[in-house]
């Protein structure tokens, strides 16, 4: 274990573990809901009518809060490491 030098650095790791496991996939999976799915279904909203209860106005509130939130708790969750 390196124990830094003498002017007080902290040690540096020898070797950092980077791969890209299910984890990432699952990040991968959120991004592709949030970029085309949540659009896609904005776009067709009105087509649609209201499926999911909410006005158009709300809809176009809501609807991408949602998969933003889920993204960026995947994203701390995907990068922490146990």
């Known amino acids: 274990m390196d124990d830094g030098d003498a002017t007080g650095d902290p040690p540096h790791p020898t070797e950092v573990d980077r791969t890209f496991d299910w984890r990432g996939w699952i990040l991968v999976g959120a991004i592709f809901v949030s970029f085309f799915v949540i659009p896609g279904i904005?776009?067709?909203?009105?087509?649609?009518?209201?499926?999911?209860?909410?006005?158009?106005?709300?809809?176009?509130?809501?609807?991408?809060?949602?998969?933003?939130?889920?993204?960026?708790?995947?994203?701390?969750?995907?990068?922490?490491?146990?």
């Not at 999911?52 to 991408?64: I, K, Q, T």
């Not at 889920?70 to 995907?78: E, K, Q």
């Open 42 to 82: 904005l776009l067709a909203y009105p087509h649609f009518g209201t499926v999911f209860g909410l006005g158009l106005r709300d809809a176009y509130l809501v609807l991408p809060l949602v998969p933003a939130l889920v993204l960026g708790a995947l994203a701390v969750w995907a990068t922490t490491r146990p």
